[in-house]
């Protein structure tokens, strides 16, 4: 799929390639398999020379918001933080203009994590508020669980562990509703930092372990390697 979207592209084939990328999962693939540098190619491919500013090359406006965001995303893991805010903002310009409240939604949870990175906590609470009211007002259970989750990674931030706990709690029961398992295992891993947190030790272990087993039944690579390294940190603490 990956030489595909490539020759599509070549061919100025772009909707084709789009095709490829969200259609056929190839997006979701390459996300679990951590292969980020692939996507920024692929996303900047069916990207206009000026990103910002040119005619979009997909014809689906949707489409188009969602690649800026998704490159946000892209960037931002790889740890360009500040360039993922400005994908962030377009694509949130994007999908405030053709009406597309999913996407506006999601564009101010990725604003609001950018902020939480940059070290402005109150402003990214702000900005997963917001996302939570529209995901409620479209009824995207899905999303309000996972906006529910970014809230509770904010308010860690600012020392507020009880806030916390009462965010992923119901994101956790969203995500087990919806049957979203990969952020079912992010909720139960930020679960297990909560107790650790509250000075439970052998309760955060038993958090740490659920969310490795969920990562590895659904091959979600990256979480994999995350609960690897933080189960092993804490399995060597002495529960007493």
Request: aromatic share 10%; charged share 30%.
């Amino acid at each position: 799929m990956i030489e595909a979207s490539y020759h599509a592209s070549m061919a100025r084939e772009y909707d084709i390639t789009a095709d490829i990328i969200f259609h056929l999962g190839l997006y979701e693939d390459l996300d679990r398999w951590g292969n980020y540098r692939t996507l920024i190619e692929l996303y900047t491919d069916i990207l206009p020379k000026d990103h910002f500013r040119d005619k979009p090359l997909v014809s689906d406006k949707n489409i188009h918001s969602m690649v800026l965001g998704n490159l946000g995303l892209a960037y931002h893991v790889i740890g360009e933080v500040k360039k993922a805010m400005e994908y962030y903002e377009e694509a949130l310009k994007v999908a405030k203009y053709i009406g597309n409240r999913h996407g506006e939604g999601a564009q101010l949870a990725n604003i609001g994590r950018a902020h939480v990175d940059l070290g402005e906590v109150s402003d990214a609470i702000e900005y997963y508020e917001k996302a939570i009211c529209i995901a409620q007002e479209i009824e995207d259970r899905i999303e309000e669980g996972r906006y529910f989750g970014y809230l509770g990674t904010a308010h860690i931030a600012l020392g507020d562990v009880r806030k916390a706990l009462e965010c992923y709690e119901k994101a956790l029961r969203i995500a087990q509703e919806t049957g979203d398992r990969k952020n079912e295992g992010a909720w139960v891993g930020g679960l297990g930092n909560i107790y650790y947190l509250l000075d439970d030790a052998r309760k955060a272990i038993e958090y740490y372990e659920k969310a490795l087993k969920i990562s590895q039944e659904i091959g979600d690579r990256k979480g994999e390697g995350a609960r690897l390294g933080t189960w092993a940190a804490f399995t060597t603490i002495q529960v007493k």
